[in-house]
């Protein structure tokens, strides 16, 4: 009798062949995250909705401005700040009845910065809707010149970005 021997054909990776295709993987993953950058996509979206909110605040107070009711008077709130432009805080404190003139004549809900914790109206979404909840704060800013040009702010902006204000 002859002596066989027997040949295993195993097929399948090494060890090291997958070894080295998971470390390609992963610095492909890493190289994607880093262009990618969730972080500073997060903050851009939340730049975004800063600005659209300011305009939505500045059109509301607009449009009480040009309701013929108000016979093309600012709110008192705003008439009351200085002329000087120095920003003020939009909250209860500083506005005790803007929100109640402007919220569900002239805007839907008062919008409320991203970052700022709270203020959800009782259907979860973000904004103020119940003026008499008291603390209430916005998270942005209003100032007047001495032209009655209004600017609403929004001081928390993107670390990235400067602070995103709109004027009329």
Same mark, same amino acid.
């Given at each position: 009798?002859?002596?066989? #021997?027997?040949?295993? @054909?195993?097929?399948g990776? $090494? =060890?090291?062949e997958?070894? &080295?295709?998971i470390?390609i993987l /992963?610095i ?6 880093i ?5 500073r ?12 909110d300011?305009?939505?605040i ?14 093309g008077?600012?709110?008192a709130d705003?008439?009351a ?6 920003a #003020?805080?939009?909250n @209860?404190?500083?506005?005790? $009845? =803007?929100?109640?003139?402007l &919220?569900?004549?002239y805007i839907s /809900?008062?919008?409320?910065d991203?970052?700022t914790?709270?203020?959800t109206?009782?259907n979860g979404t973000s904004g103020i809707v119940?003026?008499?909840t008291i603390p209430w704060?916005t998270?942005y800013?209003v100032?007047?010149d001495s032209s ?17 204000s709109v004027?009329?």
């Amino acid at each position: 009798m002859t002596a066989q #021997t027997n040949k295993i @054909n195993v097929k399948g990776f $090494t =060890l090291i062949e997958l070894l &080295v295709v998971i470390g390609i993987l /992963a610095i492909l993953l890493a190289i994607t995250l880093i262009a990618i950058n969730p972080a500073r996509q997060f903050g851009q979206a939340n730049d975004t909705k800063r600005r659209s909110d300011a305009t939505e605040i500045l059109n509301a107070i607009g449009q009480y401005g040009a309701d013929p009711v108000n016979s093309g008077q600012l709110p008192a709130d705003i008439l009351a700040l200085p002329a000087s432009g120095s920003a #003020t805080e939009l909250n @209860n404190t500083n506005f005790p $009845t =803007l929100c109640s003139k402007l &919220v569900t004549t002239y805007i839907s /809900a008062l919008p409320v910065d991203p970052s700022t914790t709270g203020n959800t109206s009782p259907n979860g979404t973000s904004g103020i809707v119940n003026c008499a909840t008291i603390p209430w704060d916005t998270g942005y800013t209003v100032q007047r010149d001495s032209s009655n040009r209004i600017t609403v702010s929004a001081p928390q902006a993107y670390a990235g970005s400067t602070t995103i204000s709109v004027t009329r």
